[in-house]
């Protein structure tokens, strides 16, 4: 199956293709891709307009495939990567698309209905199609252009899905700052129970660690934990239901003035924005629940717990280029290091040796550039977000492919390589 990438995954430049001269020349306008085939569908059966309804539209383009999840009230998501014989591949589609026949009736409920588009001398065509009778020629066509063996969502299958997830997902995420003369950092846990697929266990996922803003000092020692695993139905039945039980009042809004957001929870479908802070009531109150369910039903040995340290802003950073980085992540974790390569933001910015690098792998090709140091020289902090940087901040190595190969964090430079490489050239 095809890596789909997540929002953040975006497009790079060789860095050793910039020369003095070129850096002076217009670059020519790239030409926007064009999408072939889209395959649009509903994931659950709830109302349109109801918050977290989410639909799938996977895509086929001349230059790549990729796909996107519209979640209503909440988040688009979505990306994708360079893929050969786009425009051969969307060809074939488009051929099998033109034997399809169309119902003479649809599902009433929009939820049920697949949507399949091409696109075809400027315009798109479209077929829509009831999803629990879909003709074998659609499977042909998600095959070339979203995956093999695709499967959709059918209405039993979504409701019931729906009914247990309503009964037993949560969705919690709390933070903590800390602000003081050399730091600045959240604090942040994550707990997520969901319901992956019926007649499965549950699966409960927690985390905590820090997101590192400012680091103005030598280094900083820090501890993170992680658990992934499965659980059961009775167990977490009791656990949401003394969550029910706890306070709310507070949790949202503590006192007339608006305060900064420490997290979120998502329960029986109620979203709760947590605007109490740790040393408040009924926060005090669902930590500890949450703790204690940790501490009865996550054996210490399968909590993952690793201590680190990171070097901080005050010491002098080691330059290396992105091969080096790459060769041998593991070396570099926890240093300062400075080395320039193609950055382009989304939600996060991907950091890459070369443009055509960026969306292909980043548990292998690229990095995660994280945000400003606030005790950085805003001269050495450029607005620019996107195009050939140099970057000089602590690197990160997450060793884990899920997120991806690391990041940097306390950054203290990043501006355009011209300008980094003038100034360097002054001195």
């Not at 060809?91 to 075809?120: G, Q, W, Y």
């Not at 997101?211 to 977490?236: C, I, P």
Request: overall charge negative; glycine content about 6%; charged content about 30%.
């Amino acid at each position: 199956m095809r890596k789909l990438l997540l929002s953040s995954s975006l497009f790079l430049l060789p860095v050793l293709a910039l020369a003095a001269a070129d850096a002076q020349e217009a670059a020519p306008a790239e030409v926007p891709d064009q999408r072939l085939v889209e395959v649009i569908y509903a994931n659950d059966d709830r109302p349109q307009t109801e918050d977290f309804h989410t639909v799938y539209t996977f895509w086929l383009s001349k230059q790549g495939t990729g796909n996107e999840r519209e979640i209503y009230n909440w988040a688009h998501q979505g990306g994708g990567g360079t893929q050969p014989g786009g425009q051969e591949n969307g060809d074939k589609c488009l051929a099998i698309f033109k034997t399809l026949t169309e119902p003479e009736k649809l599902p009433e409920n929009s939820n049920l209905v697949v949507t399949v588009r091409c696109f075809e001398d400027g315009r798109w065509l479209e077929k829509r199609f009831d999803v629990d009778a879909l003709p074998p020629d659609v499977f042909k066509i998600t095959d070339i252009a979203a995956y093999p063996g695709m499967k959709f969502p059918t209405i039993r299958e979504s409701r019931e899905r729906e009914a247990k997830r309503r009964l037993c997902e949560l969705y919690l995420d709390l933070s903590d700052q800390t602000k003081s003369a050399t730091l600045d950092y959240d604090y942040r846990q994550h707990l997520e129970i969901r319901c992956p697929e019926l007649g499965k266990k549950l699966r409960i996922s927690y985390s905590a660690g820090y997101e590192f803003r400012g680091v103005h000092q030598d280094s900083f020692r820090f501890t993170t934990h992680a658990h992934s695993g499965e659980v059961s139905e009775d167990v977490v039945a009791a656990f949401l239901e003394q969550l029910r039980k706890l306070p709310v009042e507070g949790l949202e809004s503590v006192g007339a003035e608006p305060r900064r957001c420490y997290g979120l929870i998502i329960l029986d479908d109620q979203r709760r924005d947590v605007r109490a802070s740790a040393d408040q009531a009924s926060r005090k109150a669902w930590q500890a629940c949450v703790e204690e369910f940790l501490r009865q039903h996550v054996p210490q040995e399968q909590m993952k717990t690793a201590t680190r340290e990171m070097e901080g802003e005050t010491v002098k950073a080691q330059a290396i280029d992105f091969p080096t980085l790459l060769a041998n992540p593991a070396r570099y974790d926890g240093k300062r290091v400075r080395l320039s390569g193609y950055a382009e933001s989304f939600v996060w910015t991907e950091f890459a040796p070369a443009k055509e690098d960026i969306g292909k792998d980043n548990s292998k090709r690229s990095i995660w550039v994280l945000e400003s140091s606030p005790f950085a020289d805003p001269a050495r902090i450029s607005k620019a977000e996107n195009g050939v940087m140099t970057v000089e901040g602590s690197f990160l190595w997450f060793n884990d492919e899920r997120q991806g190969l690391g990041s940097i964090v306390a950054i203290t430079e990043r501006r355009p390589v011209v300008v980094a490489a003038e100034e360097k050239k002054a001195e």
